[in-house]
């Protein structure tokens, strides 16, 4: 529950009210992902499925296999998050930084989890995330920076990648509660 990672002074990078939110979490009890539930915003964005960008209007969608999950990235430029509710995958404004780089930041998220493992997630809580695509196309880079002044003493950033499959397809997306034999 604490991998939320260390600040630059090596000190763990949850507050004591996360600690505390932490050290109580029992995962029979308290896991978000019970019974199929849908995962939210941020932890979403680290599925291992496939996914895709839609457009959508002048707003880009974030197709993602797990879940069926669609996000809606508003690109208008005067996108407010203000008076919008607080829901599972947030209130995302994008920008483009450059031909190959979206910069999006995500508040009004409502699903209360950071991790997914008992590191809880404020309503004040922000992220800003960046998709770079590579030159040649075949591969999108990404990162996030988590803000959330209540759970973490610093913000946090993690990164990962998707490779480009020319044949590859976002399919049904089956969360089946069976055991398998």
Not at 43 to 69: C, N
Not at 99 to 108: D, F, G, I, Q, S
Not at 134 to 147: E, F, K, M, V, W
Request: proline share 6%.
């Amino acid at each position: 529950p604490r991998d939320m990672g260390q600040t630059a002074a090596g000190r763990a990078n949850l507050t004591a009210v996360a600690l505390q939110a932490s050290d109580a979490f029992v995962w029979e009890r308290d896991n978000p992902l019970q019974n199929c539930a849908k995962k939210g915003f941020p932890l979403i964005m680290h599925a291992p499925y496939p996914a895709q960008f839609l457009r959508d209007g002048e707003d880009i969608l974030w197709h993602q296999e797990e879940y069926d999950t669609i996000r809606r990235i508003h690109m208008s430029p005067d996108a407010s998050a203000e008076g919008q509710p607080n829901s599972l995958l947030g209130y995302s404004i994008g920008r483009w930084v450059d031909e190959r780089t979206l910069e999006v930041t995500t508040t009004n998220m409502g699903w209360g989890h950071l991790n997914g493992q008992g590191v809880p997630m404020s309503a004040s809580a922000s992220t800003v995330e960046r998709f770079m695509v590579s030159a040649q196309g075949d591969r999108l880079d990404y990162s996030i920076t988590i803000t959330d002044p209540v759970n973490l003493i610093e913000p946090r950033t993690y990164t990962r990648h998707w490779v480009y499959f020319p044949d590859g397809a976002v399919e049904a997306y089956d969360c089946s509660l069976e055991a398998e034999d």
